[in-house]
């Protein structure tokens, strides 16, 4: 049961206000053509989102590839691109705190981790095993609590920690003939991984984002999906739900409701090839989107030609968007479709140490970063990039009490 508490404070000669991120109308709904030819627009980085460069601590035990699986207020939880299963956990500043390696058959590991999700409340992390279909949880110092199964049918691929008692999940599961169950997004219990609630989103029929090639006389199935393709979008304290079957991407509150966030156009079963909207990043002023189509190449590997949108809400348009990292005088491009993280930290990116020395060698970088870029070498582990919601200004107003 949630406990809200709040606390009043008298101030004798000050009133003091914020701004509310999450304050939204009922009719702020955001229509997107995907087919639309949109104009171009060019953003900084740092002038709608706080910046934060965590220097990952090189030793000899510490030694990975930067891909961060999660952020909470004291520690970052990266692993490896290769599955060694390996998870390192630096604090916020990059020092290197642990590894933890369960890696194997047994009933407290995993054989794959596909993702890992933070509940530092309680002290515990959520490793996705998709390939067992389970969860296992460990404590932040690795020791096994226990362990569940993915709903019978299902196929976890994105988790998210919702609230204290229970985590968002979506289900990826699709056969080999391209066929996929109806609901995908659920809450589940942490404690044991029952049912708490399926979330419905309205669509006429379901449609896969993934590309599929039959090769019967090997009598295998090959296919591809977009990278970009993120069911979950943690948008302040609410969370947006993308399905790519429905023309309408909805907000799912914390009471437990739905609400309508953005309409796509044309209806997406009206076209051959279809072209999918998906969402990536939400600010108070921007809302980043990719247009994508259905279509990939397997024997070139290439496909789903995209799109990179942004909706303005203060000009109320949309536009085709290129946003710019200022700490790199060379107008460094950054990629504003990276994997959503939670309510503090939006996304991530990994600069790689040679990438940092060589732009400093240049004498490209600017103010911390290059700081940071000059106690690099070739070996040092990348700097995380975490791309947070910037904090509202807040108004002083001076008010007489008598």
Same mark, same amino acid.
């Given at each position: 049961?949630?406990?809200?508490?709040?606390?009043?404070?008298?101030?004798?000669?000050?009133?003091?206000?914020?701004?509310?991120?999450?304050?939204?109308?009922?009719?702020?709904?955001?229509?997107?053509?995907?087919?639309?030819?949109?104009?171009?627009?060019?953003?900084?980085?740092?002038?709608?989102?706080?910046?934060?460069?965590?220097?990952?601590?090189?030793?000899?035990?510490? #030694?990975?590839?930067?891909?961060?699986?999660?952020?909470?207020?004291?520690?970052?939880?990266?692993?490896?691109?290769?599955?060694?299963?390996?998870?390192?956990? @630096?604090?916020?500043?990059?020092?290197?705190?642990?590894?933890?390696?369960?890696?194997?058959?047994?009933?407290?590991?995993?054989?794959?981790?596909?993702?890992?999700?933070?509940?530092?409340?309680?002290?515990?992390? @959520?490793?996705?095993? $998709?390939?067992?279909?389970?969860?296992?949880?460990?404590?932040?110092?690795? *020791?096994?609590?226990?362990?569940?199964?993915?709903?019978?049918?299902?196929?976890?691929?994105?988790?998210?920690?919702?609230?204290?008692?229970?985590?968002?999940?979506?289900?990826?599961?699709?056969?080999?003939?391209?066929?996929?169950?109806?609901?995908?997004?659920?809450?589940?219990?942490?404690?044991?991984?029952?049912?708490?609630?399926?979330?419905?989103?309205? @669509?006429?029929?379901?449609?896969?984002?993934?590309?599929?090639?039959?090769?019967?006389?090997?009598?295998?199935?090959?296919?591809?999906?977009?990278?970009?393709?993120?069911?979950?979008?943690?948008?302040?304290? $609410?969370?947006?739900?993308?399905?790519?079957?429905?023309?309408?991407?909805?907000?799912?509150?914390?009471?437990?409701?739905?609400?309508?966030?953005?309409?796509?156009?044309?209806?997406?079963?009206? =076209?051959?090839?279809?072209?999918? /909207?998906?969402?990536?990043?939400?600010?108070?002023?921007?809302?980043?989107?990719?247009?994508?189509?259905?279509?990939?190449?397997?024997? /070139?590997?290439?496909?789903?030609?995209?799109?990179?949108?942004?909706?303005?809400?203060?000009?109320?348009?949309?536009?085709?968007?290129?946003?710019? *990292?200022?700490?790199?005088?060379?107008?460094?491009?950054?990629?504003?479709?990276?994997?959503? #993280? $939670?309510?503090? #930290?939006?996304?991530?990116?990994?600069?790689?140490?040679?990438?940092?020395?060589?732009?400093?060698?240049?004498?490209?970088?600017?103010?911390? /970063?290059?700081?940071?870029?000059? $106690?690099?070498?070739?070996?040092?582990?990348?700097?995380? =990039?975490?791309?947070?919601?910037?904090?509202?200004?807040?108004?002083?107003?001076?008010?007489?009490?008598?």
């Amino acid at each position: 049961m949630k406990e809200i508490i709040t606390i009043s404070m008298l101030l004798p000669f000050l009133l003091i206000g914020c701004g509310d991120r999450n304050k939204q109308s009922s009719d702020d709904l955001i229509t997107v053509d995907v087919t639309e030819n949109y104009p171009k627009k060019e953003l900084i980085l740092q002038d709608f989102m706080d910046v934060e460069y965590i220097p990952l601590e090189t030793t000899d035990e510490f #030694v990975c590839q930067g891909f961060v699986q999660n952020v909470g207020k004291d520690i970052i939880v990266v692993r490896n691109y290769s599955r060694d299963g390996d998870i390192f956990i @630096f604090d916020r500043k990059g020092k290197a705190l642990r590894k933890i390696n369960h890696l194997g058959q047994g009933g407290e590991e995993y054989t794959f981790v596909l993702g890992i999700t933070l509940d530092e409340n309680k002290n515990e992390m @959520f490793i996705n095993d $998709n390939l067992s279909k389970k969860i296992l949880v460990y404590d932040l110092d690795g *020791n096994f609590k226990r362990s569940f199964k993915h709903r019978e049918g299902t196929m976890y691929d994105r988790i998210y920690n919702f609230d204290q008692e229970s985590l968002l999940c979506h289900d990826g599961y699709s056969s080999n003939s391209g066929e996929a169950n109806e609901l995908s997004f659920m809450l589940v219990s942490k404690s044991d991984g029952n049912m708490i609630k399926e979330i419905e989103i309205p @669509f006429k029929k379901k449609i896969l984002t993934a590309v599929l090639l039959q090769d019967t006389e090997k009598d295998m199935t090959y296919g591809a999906t977009p990278s970009t393709d993120y069911p979950i979008i943690p948008d302040g304290d $609410n969370w947006v739900l993308v399905e790519p079957s429905s023309d309408t991407l909805f907000t799912f509150l914390p009471d437990l409701g739905l609400r309508p966030f953005i309409i796509r156009r044309p209806p997406i079963e009206s =076209m051959n090839p279809e072209i999918f /909207l998906f969402l990536s990043i939400i600010t108070d002023r921007y809302c980043f989107m990719e247009a994508v189509e259905k279509k990939y190449d397997f024997g /070139l590997q290439k496909g789903f030609p995209r799109t990179n949108l942004v909706y303005d809400k203060k000009e109320e348009s949309l536009f085709k968007c290129i946003v710019y *990292n200022k700490d790199f005088s060379n107008k460094k491009q950054v990629y504003m479709n990276s994997i959503p #993280v $939670n309510r503090e #930290v939006v996304t991530w990116q990994s600069l790689n140490a040679d990438v940092l020395i060589e732009a400093y060698n240049k004498g490209q970088l600017k103010g911390e /970063l290059k700081d940071i870029a000059a $106690n690099l070498d070739e070996e040092s582990n990348p700097v995380i =990039m975490l791309m947070k919601y910037k904090k509202p200004p807040c108004s002083i107003n001076a008010t007489h009490v008598r």
